[in-house]
């Protein structure tokens, strides 16, 4: 490299801070042991690096919070709401748009809608309450993302994408009237946060509109993967992040949003869509279930700050800090020689559990232990994503395993300063130095759906 890189800095200042308190490794394993193993479990308060998920755990900007102040209460034609429904209009293109308290309420309505029995949902990867959503109604979910996509370490920049030689071959199989839908999620967080081209969704427009398929764009990290597409994809190197998200949103005929990831609030979700008649049965189900039509279980002010954040999140300086501290996690880490799935996706660093602890066998859940040494170590807080959140029993009780075995460090959006995240890179020194020490993990408790929010564990 002919000029040294700077450091990456912050584009904010901090006008607001929240004590962080340091325990010792004696009581972070007491804490853990009654946590019946599981980070969901524990108490924040013993959490000094929250890395368990970038959802809803962001902070908000001053302007935000001067929109929460003069957020409108009232129940109906609410002015935060006309606010946000002005906003969400612009940046979809969609002329319906409902209001819900998170993304799975959405997804919820949604699915329970078009799902049903007999019926087929196929995205990239499914996000688990989407899976969860879509299989309480008795249909059944497919992912298909690229062979190679799967591959941690292949270095492509769209890893994201949907399959789209095999879309065609699953349409005949199931025949197109059992497709309930085909959801994109953008970017792709179960499959490593990794983007998906704009190319892949024109692409997939086409195979919808060909076999009459309803196409929902879940894009909780549009923002996110609009960066991606800018720096990435040829041809869109002098749009906008917030044009390339809104051609993106143009190809769906619905979106599902969490806001609490690039909305950059706390609380929040949307549910949109372009046809008037399903319009009609999600408003119906909202109503019964989360509220009105212009608040959907949302606080005025929560719809002021969403209003806000969605333009914010925008922003060409916060989204290249936003994309280039996870990498900077990630690189670091690589360079320590720990297997990270590459490139690094844009809301977290995936750690391989299945190959730093690679002697642990799966049905011990590697991606466990490594979760709770890096809460032992430094009360880091993560979370499991492979044969725990995804693993399957089969007729005789055999665990069907994941593809993978990854631990997500989630980044929450403009919380922690690089010198937090280098603190994390310590503790790493630590894992490699006791990786081959560490034992597995058996479940003693599991609920029938998401059994990782609830479970709890024992080392075995
Ligand atoms: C978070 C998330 C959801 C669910 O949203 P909640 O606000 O947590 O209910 C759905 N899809 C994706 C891709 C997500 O990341």
Known sequence: MSTKERTLTEPFKIKMVEPLKATSEAYRLGALRQAGYNPFLLRSDDVFIDLLTDSGTGAMSDKQWAGIMSGDESYAGARSWEHLERVVKDLTGMPYILPTHQGRAAERILYSILGGKDKVFISNTHFDTTRANIEFTGATAIDIIYAEAQDPEVDLPFKGDMDLEKLPLLIKQYGKENIAAVIITVTNNSAGGQPVSMANVKELRKICDENNLLLVIDGCRIAENAYFIKHREAGFEN?????????????????IMSAKKDGLVNIGGLLTMKDEVLSVKCKNLLIISEGFTTYGGLAGRDMEALAIGLKEVFDADYLHYRIRSTAYLGEHLKAKGIPVVWPIGGHAVYVDAKKLYSNIPVDQYPGQ?????????????????????????????????????????????????????????????????????????????EPQFLRHFTAHFEKI
Request: some cysteine.
């Open 369 to 445: 232990a490594l979760v709770c040494d890096l809460y032992i170590k430094g009360g880091i807080r993560c979370v499991e994503v492979g044969s725990v959140m995804f693993g399957k029993y089969d007729e005789a009780g055999k665990l069907i395993p994941a593809p993978n075995e990854l631990v997500r460090l989630a980044i929450p959006r403009r919380v922690y300063t690089q010198s937090h995240i280098d603190f994390v890179l310590d503790v790493f020194d630590d894992i490699l130095e006791m990786r081959n020490q560490t034992k597995g993990y058996k479940i003693t408790y």
């Open 239 to 255: 749009y906008t992040y917030e044009e390339i998200a809104k051609e993106m949103l143009r190809l769906g005929d619905a979106f």
